[in-house]
């Protein structure tokens, strides 16, 4: 409950009130008694003053029902409108990546050559696979190409409207527009290596560099009410704020950006939530549980299999789970997240620059097409290749320091999470059914897959309010997570197979409204395929050209630095 001093209020007002009574009369009209009279009120004024800075203490009844009147009238007034504020970020960046791999010219050539002369363009796919097998016994599979490229500087500029709209206590509507551009360029795709987000799709449209085009990342109303005096429900419904949940506010300087947790989804979607806050009811600070669902990607509307011309039994991906606050007194925080999705894709509908293009003629041989004028392709899945279960456990706190000046403490949290992938078949697209390549799967072979990843960190205070901030995350072999709009040109860090290191330094210049950053990050990938739910991942030293035909990453050092405004 809103409280404030009466007492404090009327001590402002009192004297003005008195300074109009004085003077607010025409002169001409005041005869000698008003001006008596007034002289009186003022004075009868000023003894209520005295009074007031005397009282120590008012009534609770009394403040209680006044704050009741006051707070329905200031929100009727504040909120009877659309309100909105800004959030924008200039950033440069410094990308350099060590031993990328790639499959060397001879072997992608074999894609383009014709079958007549030793390649596998017009073979059949057992064809194709049966050549790819006499290869890999023979030992004829080439070694991969190792390159350094670098991207000595590259700028962004990061736009966010946020909108916000009260008609009651019990609804309310959050809204976001969103525009997130490299400096010279306003194509919104990228070419292809391989990686979900190097597809421009809904998941992560306003996440990652899209070129000059305002589009929607939130838009959902919610409607709250109580049952009794201490259970608050709300359900609400449209495109979720699932995207940079806890723990990233930390490297954010920010409040908590979005509802699921970061390590396991970090994705735009439209679904809906009921949620419960129930911590006063049985003595647990700030517990609460909330039920959500989401649609990953919707197959009858606006696909090339939605009269079924192709014969797909491609099926909607639907998205299920829950998140919970088990104990949250603003200082100790304990979350638990659980997801699970249900027929995950080989893919999402969207565009991208394909280095190649695969494609089945109507006798079922294959062809392959170099894309060597880099065209735009707009990219269908094809199949439902499996189910996929994450689960989290967030524990953060804040430590108060007494340095002799106004910090905010150390912050600290350490999160980890499991994933599960239950694979139930190959993928039908012509480039990776080759492979023979289905939820984290390849030649074929089906099996049900565990991953793990931990991620911690800590914000340090320094000098002058600044945030020294240090943090570490880990995947194994087979983690997998849906973190594809996480804000990064090199790939999202959460879900990388291998270890990440970040250090970075917050300094605020007008609060948390104006301030700058500036880090660096270390990628040290062990596995293949980060952030993909095709293929069986390969340790990066033992990997061959045929796992480089899209380029790997091992090692990618980033320096950054950007100034952020909000108001």
Not at 124 to 134: H, K, N, S
Not at 146 to 175: C, E, Q, S, W
Not at 457 to 482: A, D, H, I, Q, V
């Amino acid at each position: 409950m809103h409280r404030f001093n009466p007492s404090f209020k009327l001590l402002l007002f009192l004297p003005a009130i008195a300074f109009l009574l004085v003077t607010a009369l025409p002169f001409q009209a005041a005869a000698s008694d008003d001006i008596d009279q007034l002289k009186q009120e003022v004075k009868t004024l000023q003894e209520k003053i005295e009074k007031l800075e005397k009282k120590s203490s008012w009534n609770e009844d009394d403040i209680e029902d006044l704050s009741k009147r006051v707070d329905k009238t200031e929100m009727h007034t504040a909120s009877d409108k659309v309100s909105f504020s800004i959030d924008f970020r200039t950033k440069a960046e410094s990308i350099h990546y060590n031993d990328l791999r790639r499959a060397p010219e001879a072997l992608v050539g074999a894609f383009f050559t014709p079958v007549s002369m030793g390649g596998f363009n017009g073979a059949t796919l057992t064809q194709i696979q049966t050549a790819i097998g006499g290869m890999e016994a023979a030992g004829m599979v080439p070694p991969v190409e190792k390159y350094d490229p670098d991207n000595n500087i590259i700028y962004t500029n990061k736009f966010r409207l946020n909108m916000k709209a009260i008609l009651n206590p019990h609804v309310n509507f959050a809204g976001r527009l969103a525009a997130y551009k490299v400096f010279g360029d306003s194509t919104g795709v990228k070419f292809n290596q391989g990686s979900l987000g190097d597809v421009t799709f809904d998941g992560t449209t306003s996440s990652l560099p899209n070129g000059d085009t305002i589009r929607l990342e939130r838009a959902y109303l919610v409607y709250e009410s109580d049952i009794g005096d201490n259970v608050n429900w709300h359900l609400s419904l449209g495109r979720r704020p699932s995207t940079e949940g806890p723990p990233l506010e930390y490297g954010n300087y920010d409040l908590v950006g979005g509802s699921p947790m970061a390590q396991i989804i970090n994705w735009q979607f439209d679904g809906a939530s009921l949620g419960f806050n129930f911590g006063d009811a049985i003595g647990v600070p700030g517990a609460s549980f909330k039920l959500c669902y989401g649609v990953g990607f919707e197959n009858d509307y606006g696909n090339s299999t939605t009269l079924g011309y192709n014969g797909s039994d491609l099926t909607d991906v639907h998205l299920f789970g829950f998140i919970s606050n088990l104990y949250n007194n603003e200082t100790t925080r304990l979350m638990l997240n659980y997801a699970h999705a249900w027929d995950v894709t080989d893919g999402f509908t969207g565009l991208t620059v394909m280095p190649f293009i695969p494609s089945i003629n109507p006798d079922g041989t294959y062809s392959f097409t170099q894309n060597s004028g880099g065209f735009i392709s707009r990219m269908e899945p094809s199949t439902n290749i499996g189910d996929w279960d994450a689960a989290t456990l967030l524990l953060s706190s804040n430590i108060e320091v007494d340095t002799g000046s106004d910090n905010e403490g150390i912050d600290w949290f350490i999160n980890g999470a499991w994933s599960h992938t239950n694979p139930s078949q190959v993928s039908k697209n012509p480039f990776y059914e080759i492979m023979g390549m289905g939820l984290l799967s390849s030649n074929g072979k089906l099996k049900e897959r565990d991953g793990y990843s931990i991620y911690a960190g800590t914000l340090l205070p320094m000098p002058f309010k600044g945030r020294l901030g240090l943090e570490y995350n880990w995947g194994s072999k087979y983690w997998f997570n849906f973190t594809g709009a996480e804000d990064s040109l090199i790939g999202s860090k959460l879900a990388a197979r291998g270890q990440v290191y970040e250090a970075y330094y917050i300094q605020p210049i007008y609060n948390h409204n104006f301030f700058a950053k500036i880090g660096s990050q270390y990628y040290n990938y062990e596995y293949t395929g980060s952030g993909n739910p095709l293929g069986e991942p390969v340790k990066i030293n033992e990997m061959t050209a045929l796992d480089a035909l899209n380029p790997v990453a091992d090692k990618v050092w980033n320096y950054y630095a950007s100034v952020t405004f909000r108001f």
